[in-house]
């Protein structure tokens, strides 16, 4: 089977999922966050090399308040428990996005489990949180201007937050929704697409499988 290289996921469907079982988004969102080290530990043992998954969105900031303020609190906990999961499972853990919204306690905590992982050699797994994909470009953008560089491609991708990463092989989005939504839109130019009705909550590791075998018998042909 060819694995991807680095896949993109777009973990979509918590609230839905919560709704349809008269629970409180909150609900959706906890099972959310045990499906993704559920799924993150199966691609490392699987042999993927990069993942890149879909957290939150800067849109996502435009909820109810009490859900997002629900989610800062939710991730806070999470992390504690990555801390031990990169460390079990050899996972080379990293946060993109604009970071700045989080409190400064958040970040060092955050810091600290990229320093913890970062000799880790297996998966390099990174979570995208208020993040953005025209927001990453535009940044890039203005940061090679007050460089001086006169960038070509390769150049510009070593200012984006996915810096050193090959580009996305495949992207997967749970949820019924086909679209990128604003993901990783310099780095999945050619990247294969796979949708899935299942919500995030109810991705399990047979679906992944089957989304890596869907990949795997495709014919790319990178617009050749």
């Known amino acids: 089977m060819t694995l991807p290289q680095h896949i993109g996921i777009i973990m979509d ?3 839905r999922w919560a709704k349809k079982r008269l629970l409180p988004a909150a609900m959706g969102h906890k099972k959310g966050a045990e499906v993704f080290r559920e799924r993150v530990t199966d691609l490392a043992a699987i042999g993927v090399a990069n993942v890149t998954f879909y957290a939150l969105s800067t849109e996502n900031l435009q909820r109810n308040e009490d859900e997002v303020k629900h989610l800062f609190r939710l991730f806070e906990t999470q992390l504690y428990d990555l801390d031990r999961l990169t460390n ?5 853990l990293s946060f993109i996005g604009d970071l700045s919204v989080f409190s400064d306690k958040l970040l060092r905590k955050m810091q600290s489990v990229e320093k913890d992982s970062g000799d880790n050699k297996g998966l390099t797994c990174r979570l995208a949180l208020n993040y953005g994909g025209k927001a990453e470009i535009v940044r890039a953008a203005n940061e090679i201007r007050l460089s001086g560089i006169v960038a070509d491609e390769s150049a510009f991708e070593g200012f984006l937050y996915t810096k050193g990463a090959p580009d996305v092989d495949l992207v997967i989005r749970t949820g019924g929704e086909k ?6 839109l310099w780095q999945a130019a050619y990247a294969e697409l796979y949708f899935t ?3 995030w909550c109810d991705f399990s590791k047979k679906e992944l499988q089957s989304a890596l075998d869907d990949y795997s018998g495709r014919n790319r042909r990178m617009g050749k």
């Open 88 to 92: 079990e499972h050899d996972i080379r």
């Open 197 to 199: 009705d299942t919500l």
């Open 179 to 184: 679209r990128l939504s604003n993901f990783l």
């Open 13 to 15: 469907g918590n609230r």
